[in-house]
């Protein structure tokens, strides 16, 4: 009879609820396990699989499995990485303080290495990128890292390549973006262009004087085997003067004229 009263306290729908609790509390449990072993990678990135704390594989892209609780899922992307390398102040081969500023391409390559080799790959590959900047830009003058900047960053990322890749990192580009120079430095490097300038400039003028003398010679052999040329450029640079409209007048004096007076002069310096 109390068992009857006890049954009758609770309805029927509260005592279909309870019954229902042990189901919820397993679907609880299946929908958190799936959420937990349930990764999803993009096409980019891979997942370095730790079990029990030993490397199993590489996994992804796409949708991977993993064991909650004894699986440990890292995540690397194989993407190109850009990179600033802060500007660093380097004293050049030749005693020059400079500030030099540069970028560098990498990418993983190995996303074991990458993960298993160095704690944290981007901070040391700056760090890294930072040093080796300034140790090579110290050993070369002013003049080559400013007109050589192309072997420079195949230098530097050549180096930097070769101590990367145990790491699993390939970089593939350095690039020098920025040398500052100081104002003192600058204004000598100006006088210096300038300085160059003039003597180039200097140069090609004599270049054209003295090919300019080889034209006159030649056209002086020419005038001496035809006499009456020497009269008719006379007369040609006559027509030129009165096309101006001045009030010169010039008349030309006959070469046989003067060429009397040449001739007596040679007769006198002979017989002395």
């Known amino acids: 009879m109390a068992g009857l009263c006890a049954y009758n306290f609770f309805p029927e729908g509260i005592m279909n609820v309870f019954d229902l609790f042990p189901f919820l509390f397993v679907l609880v449990l299946v929908v958190g396990f799936l959420a937990n072993a349930i990764r999803i990678l993009p096409e980019y990135e891979r997942g370095v ?30 993407r190109i990485v850009a990179m600033d390398v802060p500007s660093q102040d ?8 400079v500030k030099v500023s540069a970028v560098i391409y990498f990418r993983v390559v190995d996303a074991v290495r990458a993960v298993v080799e160095m704690e944290n790959y981007l901070y040391a590959t700056s760090q890294l990128s930072q040093t080796t900047l300034r140790s090579v830009l110290g050993q070369v003058d002013l003049d080559e890292l400013l007109a050589n900047r192309e072997k420079i960053n195949r230098e530097l ?17 350095v690039e020098v973006k920025n040398i500052d120079l100081p104002q003192e430095m600058q204004r000598a490097i100006a006088k210096q262009a300038e300085a160059e300038r003039e003597r180039r400039a200097k140069v090609i003028h004599a270049e054209g004087e003295l090919q300019a003398s080889e034209k006159l010679a030649q056209a002086a052999q020419v005038m001496v ?3 009456m040329s020497l009269q008719l450029r006379y007369l040609q640079t006559l027509t030129e003067i009165a096309a101006e409209k001045n009030s010169t007048t010039i008349f030309p004096v006959p070469i046989d004229l003067i060429k009397i007076f040449m001739d007596r002069w040679d007769q006198v310096k002979k017989s002395d």
């Not at 992804?60 to 194989?78: M, Q, T």
């Not at 380097?90 to 303080?97: A, M, Q, S």
């Open 157 to 173: 990322q050549e180096i930097l390549d070769r101590q990367t890749e145990p790491w699993g990192v390939k970089v593939s580009t």
């Open 49 to 78: 699989l730790f079990r029990l704390g030993r490397v199993k594989k590489v996994r992804g892209p796409g949708i991977v499995l993993i064991i909650p609780g004894i699986d440990r899922l890292v995540r690397v992307s194989l």
């Open 90 to 97: 380097v004293i050049t081969h030749d005693n020059v303080t």
């Open 225 to 227: 085997a035809q006499p």
